[in-house]
Every structure is written in structure tokens, then in C-alpha cells.
């Protein structure tokens, strides 16, 4: 999608300053181009619609907020995230000192993820090539707590459609819902895409076998848990050594 968007040429206006949004081809004397990417480490996978940003600023002044050259905005799709556009140079002279932030906000327009350092911008030079640009998450972790995840497969083997198989994720450390047969509980460490949980605890209800032995699968799975992720889906996934995991919705 982000490849057919900048392949055609595309006009904003910011009042007398024009962004033309395609990749530049060869740099025009009185144009400067600034082109690069935004990504991230993590394995965490962007909401459906989310919205890039590239924003330009005038930082001359140290004294006063930074004021706004021209706004990018692009559909976000995955990372990385490609971006290239011209400015008239005309416009933004030669002598400011210029910086660029880059974004990535959800459907509601909320920030999800932001450069954190200054990234400036040599405005007497006609390509900027700026390379990747490493964001990171503004709220910390995916919104994987206070609500409740159904279990819908187990190491690739599917779940018994009659046995509810749930996780929740309490946002204060604490992990807990029914393995189909018992209930449970344990503890939890998040950060960044990294996920541990600690001993769990259950029920000790008679089961009939085959629920036993897929709720036995479900706590040696979540042992082992490493990491997670958001699917473009929205399903979460819970993936330790060995390819072994979890996959709640």
C-alpha cells in the first residue's frame, strides 16, 4: 500500500509551502528531498489503520515552541514504514535549523509509537537520505490487560470447542482464568515484547482425560512464554523455545 501511495505524486498545501510526496528520482537545485524509513524492534504488529507521520519543524529558537514546516501523514500498514518527499527550498531557506519527527498513532489518533531523539535536517543539502529511524512505544506495552483473552489454540493442535480456555492479564502483575477444567493463577513481568510468568497455581478438579491432558499443554506452554505479539488480526500470541504457543483472541 505505502509503495503504490508514493509512487504517485501527491500535493498538500501548508499554506505558501508545498510537500510533492514521490520518491525523488534526481535532486532539483531548488527542491531538497528527505527520504527514510520508521521501524522498531519489537515484534508487535501495528493496528489495522493506523496512520504515519512525518512532521518537519523550525527549531532556530530555543526560546519558543518549534514551529511546524509541513506534516506528512501516510497509512502506516507495518514496518517499516517508507517515506520520501521534496520541499521548496525557497520556502525554508538556508539558514534555520530544521529537525524531523516521526509518529505512529492509532485509528483514534492516539500515539502508539515516536522518535525520541532529534533527527535534524541540513537544509543547505538537496538529498537528506536519513535511513531508519528507530521509534519507540509511547504506552510502554499493546493493551494485552484488563480484559479477557479465549484461548483458541494450543501448540498448533486447536482447543476442545466445549472448554473455555481463558487468560487475563490483571495490568498489576497477576495472570489468571480457567484452563478448561481448573481455574488458575500465577504472576507475570512485562517489557517492551518480552512476557515471563511465574509458577501457576490451580484448581485440582477431576478431568476427563482428554481435558487434563490439553490444560496440563496449556501451563507447560505458559512456563515457558517468552515473548508476545499482536497479530494485524488482533489476536495475541504467546511464543516460547521450541515454537511452542499460545494464540488467545
Given at each position: ?112 509509537w515516536t522518535t525520541t531523539e532529534t533527527i535534524p535536517v541540513d537544509p543547505a543539502l538537496q538529498e537528506v537520505k536519513l535511513g531508519r529511524l528507530l521509534l519507540s512505544q509511547v504506552s510502554g ?55 515471563s510468568l511465574g509458577p501457576v497455581a490451580s484448581t485440582r478438579k477431576a478431568c476427563v482425560p482428554a481435558l487434563g491432558d490439553q490444560e496440563a499443554n496449556l501451563f507447560a506452554v505458559l512456563k ?26
Amino acid at each position: 500500500m505505502i509503495g503504490n501511495l508514493v509512487s504517485k505524486p501527491l500535493i498538500w498545501q501548508f499554506g505558501a509551502l508545498f510537500i510533492t510526496v514521490a520518491p525523488p528520482l534526481s535532486a532539483e537545485p531548488d527542491m531538497i528531498t528527505i527520504s527514510g524509513s520508521l521501524e522498531y524492534r519489537e515484534r508487535i504488529a501495528l493496528p489495522p489503520e493506523s496512520m504515519a507521520r512525518i512532521t518537519l519543524i523550525d527549531a532556530s529558537r530555543m526560546d519558543v515552541g518549534a514551529t511546524r514546516l509541513a506534516l506528512l501523514e501516510i497509512p502506516a500498514g507495518q514496518v517499516p514504514v517508507p517515506f520520501a518527499f521534496s520541499l521548496r527550498r525557497e520556502m525554508i531557506g538556508t539558514d534555520r535549523m530544521l529537525a524531523l519527527r516521526g509518529t505512529i498513532h492509532a485509528p483514534d489518533g492516539a500515539l502508539i509509537w515516536t522518535t525520541t531523539e532529534t533527527i535534524p535536517v541540513d537544509p543547505a543539502l538537496q538529498e537528506v537520505k536519513l535511513g531508519r529511524l528507530l521509534l519507540s512505544q509511547v504506552s510502554g506495552t499493546p493493551e494485552i490487560t484488563g480484559r479477557e483473552w479465549l484461548v483458541e489454540d494450543i501448540d498448533g493442535k486447536g482447543v476442545i470447542d466445549n472448554a473455555r480456555t481463558t487468560l487475563t492479564f490483571d495490568g498489576e502483575g497477576r495472570v489468571y482464568g480457567s484452563g478448561g477444567c481448573n481455574t488458575y493463577t500465577g504472576s507475570y513481568e512485562i517489557g517492551g515484547d518480552k512476557l515471563s510468568l511465574g509458577p501457576v497455581a490451580s484448581t485440582r478438579k477431576a478431568c476427563v482425560p482428554a481435558l487434563g491432558d490439553q490444560e496440563a499443554n496449556l501451563f507447560a506452554v505458559l512456563k515457558h512464554v517468552e515473548r508476545f505479539e499482536i497479530s494485524p488480526t488482533g489476536a495475541l500470541i504467546l511464543s516460547g523455545p521450541g515454537g511452542r504457543s499460545i494464540t488467545a483472541r
